[in-house]
């Protein structure tokens, strides 16, 4: 499974950079999750970015001032990171860059960091039912006690969506196995192999790891699947983009909009 997450994101290259920023609606996903790491994150501090992809958090990050360490699983993304992280001119907040599992944190000491973010879906990824667990207690192992951790994935409910959407050829094959056990092999769609949670199901793995949980958030929440919409409104009518995006920021924590969402985040804090 890992080598097949690997081949899917090295084939997908520079679009995991842009796909954050593409259009308003995929800038929903980055917008929200910087909105609650400012409301959350120390003021600095040295910040772990686990699954970071491209690093597209961590050029934010660093641009904010804090000091970060980016790993991935994917080399490519790591060579991408390495000169997205020099072009933005913080090399100096970047400590490291190294290809690495969020499965295996063993060359940090427990307690390391002041906060750690693991975004964007890596943990979505480790389809093994004892590696989940296993990466999980990883990335809270490695925080500080006291500081906070930041994980958002893809969700169960908003796959089914998807399927009925534009991948009904895998309702019949696929459907029941990502109803009932959340695993998703890969399929015709393309995608890498997956685990889609159930917002219960991510509360219950961090509690049990140690995490004290302060919120669930659903990065797209009630936007979840309106593309079209959300780019028109967004285009074409600033005022009322501007309350959609407050009425988004005042639901998008309420179970209802959650569980329905592309990709959901769950913060909380090490106890």
């Not at 609650?36 to 992809?53: S, T, V």
């Not at 009925?164 to 309702?171: A, P, V």
């Not at 695993?183 to 995608?191: E, L, Q």
């Not at 780019?231 to 009518?237: A, E, F, I, S, V």
């Amino acid at each position: 499974m890992k080598s097949k997450v690997k081949q899917y994101y090295t084939e997908y290259g520079e679009g995991e950079w842009k796909r954050l920023i593409k259009d308003p609606y995929h800038q929903m996903e980055f917008n929200t999750s910087m909105h609650f790491l400012k409301k959350y994150l120390p003021k600095k501090g040295l910040i772990l970015d686990a699954g970071a992809g491209p690093g597209r958090y961590t050029v934010a990050l660093a641009k904010q001032g804090y000091d970060v360490v980016l790993r991935d699983l994917t080399p490519k993304f790591v060579e991408m990171a390495r000169k997205k992280v020099k072009y933005a001119g913080v090399s100096k907040r970047v400590k490291s860059l190294e290809i690495g599992d969020i499965t295996n944190l063993s060359e940090f000491k427990d307690g390391t960091f002041d906060a750690v973010i693991c975004l964007g879906g890596p943990l979505t990824h480790v389809v093994d039912k004892k590696q989940r667990e296993r990466a999980a207690a990883e990335l809270v192992r490695v925080a500080k006690k006291g500081s906070l951790v930041f994980v958002s994935l893809m969700t169960r409910f908003s796959i089914h969506i998807d399927a009925l959407e534009d991948f009904q050829e895998e309702i019949v094959p696929l459907q029941r196995k990502i109803r009932d056990t959340g695993d998703y092999p890969g399929g015709k769609s393309g995608f890498a192999p997956s685990h889609f949670f159930m917002p219960e199901e991510l509360d219950d793995l961090f509690k049990r790891k140690g995490l004290e949980v302060i919120t669930l958030v659903g990065l797209e929440g009630l936007s979840t699947d309106r593309k079209k919409k959300v780019n028109k409104l967004y285009r074409t009518n600033k005022k009322a983009w501007d309350i959609w995006w407050e009425t988004h920021l005042k639901t998008c924590t309420h179970p209802g909009a959650v569980g329905i969402s592309s990709h959901m985040m769950i913060i909380g804090r090490k106890k």
